[in-house]
């Protein structure tokens, strides 16, 4: 079984600062990770993805990640948050080999930017 | 269209009515999704569909809930006999045919609001 823990309901920053959103997860065998992002009555969109290759991952909206292996964790960053970053985060996890191609999602953590 | 289409996008109905949601995925994406978005509780996988294969049922929550896929493309999602548990977001996602090779993202649509009373 394959499952994603996002151990945070809510983050808040101030504009300007770094930010992390944390992400965790549990499979057999190599991940997909994915994070998307959800804006107020919106669906989610895709911010980036790790497959293979360099564990620092860049996405969209200067957002980037760290696959760490041996933690178990994907977590999400960026240098300096925006008030316009404020919405609800979700990492998702995916096993190509011996697994489910179903993507299972994390119950999203709450960025909250203050000006 | 370009994206994921889905309606309605608000749906209220008495407890007990049935109700249809709609899909519409981006064109060429064989792979088709719906998940469960209820507060607090993130996103609660329902079913799959990829091209012509038989469906993955395994999240569906009870016998009320069904889905088809026609034609390889535009899905609806029934719930009959709705319950005042079943009020939530309904989100539908397609993407490229999933695979080993396939490492690509999901594509949502804005999901359909369901409010029984």
């Known amino acids: 079984a394959q499952s994603v823990a996002q151990p945070e309901d809510q983050v808040n920053v101030a504009e300007g600062n770094p930010l992390t959103v944390k992400c965790t997860y549990s499979?057999?065998?190599?991940?997909?990770l994915f994070w998307y992002v959800q804006y107020p009555n919106r669906g989610l969109q895709f911010l980036l993805k790790?497959?293979?290759?360099?564990?620092l991952v860049k996405g969209s909206y200067g957002f980037e990640a760290e696959f760490n292996k041996s933690q178990t964790s994907f977590h999400l960053k960026k240098p300096s948050a925006l008030v316009s970053d404020s919405a609800l985060y979700f990492c998702a996890v995916r096993v190509p080999t011996g697994g489910s191609y179903i993507p299972t999602f994390g119950r999203g953590t709450s960025l909250i930017v203050h000006p | 269209g370009a994206g994921v289409s889905q309606s309605p996008s608000n749906k209220v109905t008495e407890k007990g009515k049935d109700v249809e949601l709609r899909c519409d995925p981006i064109?060429?994406?064989?792979?088709l999704y719906w998940y469960r978005q209820s507060l607090g509780q993130g996103l609660e996988f329902l079913i799959y569909f990829q091209g012509n294969s038989a469906p993955d049922k395994s999240g569906l929550p009870s016998d009320r809930f069904s889905a088809e896929r026609t034609g390889g493309s535009v899905s609806t999602l029934t719930i009959q006999r709705t319950q005042q548990e079943d009020s939530a977001v309904y989100l539908c996602?397609?993407?490229?045919?999933?695979?080993?090779?396939?490492?690509?993202?999901?594509?949502f649509g804005e999901g359909s609001r369901l409010t029984v009373l």
């Open positions: 499979v057999s065998g190599n991940p997909y």
């Open positions: 064109s060429g994406h064989t792979a």
């Open positions: 790790y497959i293979t290759g360099d564990n």
């Open positions: 996602a397609s993407s490229l045919p999933s695979g080993r090779a396939n490492t690509g993202e999901l594509f």
